[in-house]
């Protein structure tokens, strides 16, 4: 991220005030060594620590920064703490990347209505980017066999019958989880009820117990996001298209259901922090909290320490595993930190350098159940700019490149694509390696329940520790994904100002 003036300042008194604390205030910098060492310091906000903040709120994703702006907006003195370089956690424009792609929170729902009043609010604009499906049709790789869209409903290797027999295998896991959906006209936070918790089982013996063949099961594990079919609750499956179902029925004026942010999604969680009073703090990693006559000391891992009445974390909860807490979480919520897991997934970003489909007369984009899942020409592309490709392969497929080196995955994926299409051979060029999970701050895509863990943690997930409230979409009960983080912070928020 290009650092602003306002930040290289931040950044320069912020240095000198730690330089203070630390008493070396009188060891100016001569030689350039020393400069260098004084910028791995501390960095501090702008003018003196304050003693004790409000509330000071952990993580610079949606959900930390709307509980943030809610605080400031009723009064309180906010001090926000972001672990990475950027802001915006699982929404990060890829502005280095021809056609922009967003590496995680990409579309916007006609329903997402906290996230569309923020994205006015801030003087940003909704569009629909101009997208290029019809010139970039997919095709099928089954079992090692080429295969139209066209063509799939009466091939043989459609394992379908009947009135499934149309849809295309990259539908199968949505169509034909949400058929006959028992969430159906339900509340959107009915999976949380007793009455469904019988649903609360692996996915594919849900799948089987009504009729679904192996075959059918076996190519909707290519598209789940989780540790795969057996380890996914069901009723999370039945929540995830039972909110898309609700979400596809809403209409944005024009007749959309979903948008983007011109610009890329990341100008949000950016207009949003700079909208604050304090200066949103990057590279301060939480390590540990603790709470001592109602005040809670936060400590980072560069060594600095902010004091708050108040907190809340939006950090993911598996990362909170590595997070110090005193007093300790104890009982079912530490279950929860020690056992929910998040949905897996890499991209794989290459620049085409010369259309490989043309020479070999296939679609650009493949759909596969072989180890490369997804091959997509970037659908969304401004004049101009070159073409880009990405691969895009999750659940249980990506668990093999935790073992792997950037530099490995491209060469990987280079390889299986040169032998599954050899058309690609020497034509793509590396440009980046993305996955929510590469990264100490992230846990994965987004929250996934296993079997048994929707009864056993799902009402478990929001209570507060002491002075600490927990937000993210993992806290969210009605929607998921960017509007269910805008709704877990504003309730964190609420928590605190209803306290009052
Ligand atoms: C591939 C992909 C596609 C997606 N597509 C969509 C979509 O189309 N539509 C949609 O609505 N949603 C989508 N989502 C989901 C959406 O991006 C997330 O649900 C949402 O952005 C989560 O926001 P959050 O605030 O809960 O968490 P985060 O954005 O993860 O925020 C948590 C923040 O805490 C920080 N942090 C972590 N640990 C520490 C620490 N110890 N100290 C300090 N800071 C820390 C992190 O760096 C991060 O900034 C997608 C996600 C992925 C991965």
């Not at 709120?57 to 943030?68: C, H, I, N, T, W």
């Not at 009455?195 to 009729?211: M, T």
């Not at 190519?219 to 596809?248: C, D, K, P, Q, W």
């Not at 927990?470 to 806290?475: A, D, K």
Request: proline residues 6%.
């Amino acid at each position: 991220m290009k650092i602003s003036r306002r930040k290289f300042v931040k950044n320069v008194a912020g240095a000198t005030a730690a330089v203070g604390a630390l008493g070396l205030t009188n060891c100016a910098p001569k030689d350039e060594s020393l400069k260098e060492d004084l910028a791995l310091l501390p960095k501090q906000p702008k003018g003196p620590v304050k003693e004790k903040y409000d509330v000071v709120v952990v993580g610079a994703g949606l959900s930390g920064l709307q509980a943030a702006i809610l605080l400031e907006e009723a009064g309180y003195d906010v001090l926000v703490l972001e672990g990475r370089k950027r802001l915006g956690g699982r929404v990060y424009t890829l502005e280095n990347i021809p056609g922009k792609p967003e590496a995680a929170g990409e579309w916007i729902g006609a329903n997402y209505a906290r996230m569309i009043s923020m994205v006015d609010k801030m003087g940003l604009k909704l569009f629909s980017p101009p997208m290029t499906n019809d010139q970039r049709p997919w095709m099928y790789n089954i079992k090692g066999e080429f295969i139209t869209k066209e063509d799939w409903s009466s091939h043989p290797l459609n394992p379908q019958k009947g009135e499934f027999r149309d849809l295309l295998p990259s539908q199968f896991l949505s169509k034909i989880s949400n058929h006959e959906n028992p969430l159906k006209d339900q509340p959107l936070d009915a999976w949380l009820k007793p009455e469904f918790q019988k649903y609360d089982i692996p996915h594919d013996d849900y799948l089987r117990s009504k009729g679904i063949d192996e075959e059918t099961i076996r190519l909707m594990n290519v598209t789940i996001h989780s540790g795969g079919m057996h380890r996914t609750s069901a009723l999370n499956e039945l929540r995830r298209y039972h909110v898309n179902e609700f979400n596809g029925k809403m209409q944005f004026p024009d007749g959309k259901s979903y948008k983007m942010i011109e610009g890329g999604n990341s100008l949000l969680p950016r207009a949003m922090a700079e909208s604050l009073n304090n200066e949103v703090l990057l590279e301060k990693t939480v390590v540990a909290f603790r709470e001592k006559n109602n005040i809670t000391e936060i400590s980072c891992s560069d060594g600095t320490a902010y004091n708050a009445d108040h907190v809340i974390c939006s950090i993911p909860i598996s990362v909170l595993k590595n997070v110090t807490f005193e007093p300790l979480i104890k009982g079912i919520a530490a279950e929860a930190i020690d056992h929910i897991g998040y949905g897996l997934s890499i991209q794989a970003h290459f620049q085409v350098m010369e259309p490989f489909w043309e020479k070999d007369g296939l679609a650009p984009n493949m759909w596969t159940d072989g180890e490369l899942e997804r091959v997509a020409v970037r659908t969304i592309r401004y004049e101009g700019q070159p073409e880009a490709l990405v691969v895009f392969i999750n659940g249980p497929e990506s668990l093999k490149f935790r073992l792997m080196t950037d530099e490995q995955v491209f060469a990987y994926c280079q390889n299986k694509l040169a032998i599954l299409r050899p058309s690609t051979k020497g034509l793509l060029k590396p440009l980046l390696i993305q996955s929510c999970e590469r990264d100490i701050h992230g846990a994965g895509d987004w929250v996934y329940w296993q079997p048994g863990q929707v009864t056993k943690f799902g009402n478990n997930m929001r209570p507060r520790h002491g002075n600490i409230h927990f937000c993210g979409e993992h806290t969210a009960i009605m929607e998921r994904g960017m509007e269910g983080a805008f709704e877990s912070g504003e309730r964190a928020a609420l928590e605190i100002i209803l306290e009052a």
